[in-house]
């Protein structure tokens, strides 16, 4: 018999009338243990409770069922166990009353109906069987529910330790973004007055000097320059973070036909042809937009390809989600890709993230010149904006610009 099967505790002290029971009641899944006194029954319950039903006879020698069924009752495990008094002389009402006040459920006289026990029994054991399922799902439930509760405080303290951290890293961020920005005003000072210096010489000094001065001072005026170029860059990308987010929802052309007008020269010396098609308005940061546009036309001035106009496709469209296989990107929000596309000498594949990092360069300081921040500015702008940027590029065939904002 299987560990599973229902228990039934049949106590009486005539060994067929054990047999006739369990005769009745065989085929059916039970297991029977077999007590034949009430002292045997109790040492019996004593060592295992999980009994679905006891059938009991009244008349047994030495403890009658009346007072075995009170010593089951006083047990707190036990007390539960269904119990039927099993008799022949159960005839009067105060012997019947006696039966229920000892811890009784019920009783049947004998000679016993085959039938009716079945029956019986069956709705206790049933009962009890269901009472198991319960238990063992109130016991799975409470192992989950402490498993749940042991999940959530260590990640409440996980979140605690993230928080903890991201709030380190926002003041850090701030001290960091600070110190950029007060050291790049700082730096301003003293190379305001190299530069005024320089020009004193330039204009009175310079013709008397040697021709190896001439160098040096020239490498003077270069490296100074350099040198405001960078401050002016990291007060840029400084500015990218600091700066109240105010968004506007304007008209892209707007923002290109500003920054060719800043950039006319330089365009013109490059002999570049830029060619838009944008489709609906954008909600974005518009003098920041304008630092992004010029950012892009100044990498795409700077590494053009010397012996071919310089051409320059930007292009607007409103994208679905659905569209769009970009992790970084919010699955609920429609985007419009804003592409800048260049004909330049391109990049490595392998350079794809590279590119967008502070001070990284990919080509030579000798031949193409800058601060390697440019492009970092863009990115940050973009991030601003809540979006997405990367770039595809290969050599010689230029560089396209993928950038995401949200729709208005």
């Known amino acids: 018999m299987g560990?599973?099967?229902?228990?039934?505790?049949?106590?009486?002290?005539?060994?067929?009338?054990?047999?006739?029971?369990?005769?009745?009641?065989?085929?059916?899944?039970?297991?029977?243990?077999?007590?034949?006194?009430?002292k045997d029954a109790l040492r019996i319950l004593l060592k295992n409770q999980d009994f679905a039903i006891i059938l009991m006879d009244v008349q047994m020698p030495l403890m009658d069922g009346f007072e075995t069924a009170e010593l089951i009752r006083q047990s707190e495990k036990l007390k539960n166990v269904p119990i039927i008094f099993l008799t022949a002389n159960m005839d009067k009402t105060e012997y019947i009353f006696k039966g229920y006040q000892s811890g009784a459920v019920d009783y049947m006289i004998k000679p016993l109906s085959p039938e009716i026990l079945q029956a019986k029994v069956m709705v206790f054991t049933e009962l009890f069987r269901k009472n198991q399922e319960?238990?063992?799902?109130?016991?799975?439930?409470?192992?989950?529910?402490?498993?749940?509760?042991?999940?959530?405080?260590?990640?409440?303290?996980?979140?605690?330790?993230?928080?903890?951290?991201?709030?380190?890293?926002?003041?850090?961020?701030?001290?960091?973004?600070?110190?950029?920005?007060?050291?790049?005003?700082?730096?301003?000072?003293?190379?305001?007055?190299?530069?005024t210096f320089s020009n004193i010489l330039l204009t009175n000094e310079y013709p008397n000097l040697s021709e190896d001065g001439k160098l040096k001072f020239n490498r003077i005026l270069y490296a100074t320059n350099r040198m405001r170029e960078l401050i002016n860059s990291l007060l840029t990308f400084s500015r990218a973070t600091l700066v109240d987010r105010k968004f506007e929802i304007i008209d892209l052309s707007t923002i290109v036909a500003d920054v060719k007008e800043a950039l006319h020269e330089n365009l013109l010396e490059r002999n570049a042809v830029i060619t838009t098609d944008f489709h609906d308005k954008v909600k974005i940061i518009p003098f920041q937009f304008i630092q992004l546009i010029e950012n892009l036309l100044h990498n795409a001035i700077k590494f053009a390809q010397p012996n071919l106009p310089l051409q320059i496709d930007i292009k607007s469209r409103l994208v679905?989600?659905?569209?769009?296989?970009?992790?970084?990107?919010?699955?609920?929000?429609?985007?419009?890709?804003?592409?800048?596309?260049?004909?330049?000498?391109?990049?490595?594949?392998?350079?794809?993230?590279?590119?967008?990092?502070?001070?990284?360069?990919?080509?030579?300081?000798?031949?193409?010149?800058?601060?390697?921040?440019?492009?970092?500015?863009?990115?940050?702008?973009?991030?601003?904006?809540?979006?997405?940027?990367?770039?595809?590029g290969e050599p010689m065939k230029g560089v396209t610009f993928n950038i995401y904002i949200p729709c208005p």
């Open 134 to 195: 319960l238990k063992k799902k109130e016991e799975e439930t409470h192992a989950l529910n402490e498993i749940i509760l042991k999940a959530n405080s260590e990640l409440a303290l996980q979140n605690a330790a993230i928080e903890k951290h991201a709030e380190e890293l926002r003041k850090k961020n701030m001290e960091l973004d600070a110190f950029t920005y007060i050291s790049s005003h700082d730096l301003q000072e003293p190379l305001r007055k190299i530069q």
């Open 3 to 38: 560990d599973s099967a229902i228990k039934i505790l049949l106590v009486d002290d005539k060994k067929e009338n054990l047999l006739s029971l369990q005769v009745i009641l065989a085929d059916r899944g039970y297991q029977f243990v077999e007590a034949t006194s009430g």
């Open 320 to 392: 679905d989600i659905s569209e769009i296989r970009i992790e970084k990107l919010e699955t609920e929000v429609n985007y419009c890709h804003i592409s800048f596309q260049d004909n330049g000498i391109g990049f490595e594949p392998e350079h794809n993230e590279k590119i967008f990092g502070v001070f990284q360069k990919l080509h030579g300081r000798d031949i193409y010149e800058g601060t390697g921040i440019g492009l970092a500015i863009v990115k940050k702008i973009v991030e601003n904006h809540n979006g997405y940027v990367n770039a595809v």
